[in-house]
């Protein structure tokens, strides 16, 4: 059976395509992924979801979204996709235990938690080394830990775990923080949170106790090596996008973002891309969930057989006028 | 919720359930509050019902049984660690789908 459409991915972009897909009767299939629900999955109270004055739980609000998507007949299964034949249409889709063909792919397959790339690091994950404060905070009662980074996410995670922890160090590469006003203001007004700044992690120790003691730092402006006493560090530095699965088969930029033109369109007439995955600039829920319903759109003009012309220059008359920055 | 085959293991069962077991031993290591590990709750028992009478398949709630996450050291989780003959023989920290988690204890049956 080739089904209309299948969506890769459960994030705020997935479960908004498979939304409007879904009342466009396409009666879409979304295959969830393993970090199922996406990086929301793993935040605490979100602000700045337009309509929840008072701010929703990250899981909560993913709950509601699947919930949205399923109550229109969207149709999801738990699974992880392992390869993509994009040579169709029909497009091949494979889980572990299926295999879906279908006309049209969207994909929102997200980005994931970058680390730093230390072999000591990589050694001390689970046993010190966190990406996840709500999940391992609680393991850092009263010890001082360290965050890296220096954006939103660092920030959120600094002060979710002063909580648990007896002292922060956020340590930060640069002398300014990327993280928006808002998000700064209140870690500088947290007492339990300082910087060090211009701080490059040269090493985790210490490998060979299997716990972490200590954070070898060095100061990019002068040099200077010093030595930070934590017993656990939470890296927040950015993420990758998860595009391993179209490698040789979608174009994409010199990081590993998939690219996209004239909306969602990916280089393949059919194949479209939302979200995270696509998008390295933006990298909010509601910018997801905007594109995730942009794709549902271009996918559903895609399988109307309205030719991209028509569409483009429907759309370029609002575009027009606009400057958005791309890099 | 979860599946009867699935045994919970605590402090004072870990040692005969576990370290002293015959079969090879798969723990998972969890909390309510973690996501991810209420994500991998369903494959936890579909592995419980796959490998039944072949692996003990056991999870273990570090929230209320603090002396063996802190015997093992357990900093993250979910954390799943698979012991044979009541040593650590495989560690998979996070998240990890089915496919690799029969893998590694295919290599212990």
Request: without cysteine.
């Given at each position: 059976m080739t089904r209309s459409v299948i969506i890769i991915g459960s994030g705020p972009a997935g479960l908004t395509a498979a939304l409007y897909s879904a009342r466009a009767n396409l009666r879409p299939l979304l295959i969830e992924g393993l970090?199922?629900?996406?990086?929301?999955?793993?935040?605490?109270?979100?602000?700045?979801?337009?309509?929840h004055r008072d701010g929703i739980m990250g899981p909560d609000l993913m709950a509601e979204m699947r919930a949205q998507a399923e109550r229109f007949g969207a149709e999801m299964i738990q699974g992880n996709v392992e390869a993509v034949d994009l040579t169709g249409p029909p497009f091949t889709v494979r889980t572990a235990t299926a295999s879906y063909e279908s006309r049209a792919v969207i994909i929102a397959t997200g980005a994931s938690a970058r680390l730093l790339g230390l072999p000591s690091e990589r050694a001390l994950i689970g046993h010190g080394v966190s990406t996840c404060a709500t999940c391992d905070g609680f393991f850092f009662r009263g010890k001082p830990i360290a965050v890296i980074g220096g954006g939103d996410s660092a920030m959120e995670e600094a002060n979710f775990l002063t909580k648990f922890a007896s002292h922060v160090t956020v340590v930060h590469r640069r002398d300014t923080l990327r993280a928006s006003k808002i998000m700064q203001d209140k870690a500088f007004a947290n007492p339990k949170i300082s910087f060090e700044w211009n701080s490059e992690v040269e090493d985790v120790r210490d490998a060979g106790r299997g716990a972490v003691t200590s954070l070898e730092l060095r100061n990019s402006v002068t040099g200077a090596r010093k030595s930070l006493d934590v017993e656990g560090v939470f890296v927040a530095i950015g993420h990758t996008p998860n595009t391993g699965l179209f490698k040789g088969q979608l174009e994409m930029d010199a990081n590993g973002y998939l690219k996209t033109h004239s909306g969602s369109r990916t280089n393949i007439p059919g194949v479209f891309a939302c979200g995270d995955v696509q998008d390295h600039i933006y990298r909010q829920a509601i910018t997801a969930a905007g594109s995730g319903c942009m794709a549902a759109i271009d996918a559903e003009r895609y399988l109307d057989g309205i030719p991209q012309e028509a569409d483009e220059e429907e759309r370029g008359a609002s575009e027009r006028g606009t400057s958005v920055p791309r890099h | 919720m979860a599946s009867e085959k699935v045994q919970t293991l605590t402090d004072t069962n870990f040692e005969q359930s576990v370290i002293k077991a015959a079969q090879p031993v798969v723990v998972d290591f969890w909390a309510e509050w973690c996501g991810p590990c209420r994500r991998l709750a369903p494959t936890i028992d579909e592995l419980a019902t796959d490998y039944d009478g072949r692996v003990v398949i056991g999870k273990l709630n570090v929230d209320e049984n603090p002396a063996t996450q802190s015997r093992f050291s357990i900093m993250g989780i979910p954390t799943v660690l698979i012991f044979k003959g009541g040593e650590i023989v495989e560690q998979i920290v996070g998240l990890a789908d089915k496919t690799a988690l029969k893998k590694l204890i295919d290599k212990h049956v």
């Open positions: 970090e199922a629900g996406g990086q929301l999955m793993l935040t605490t109270l979100v602000e700045n979801w337009p309509g | -």
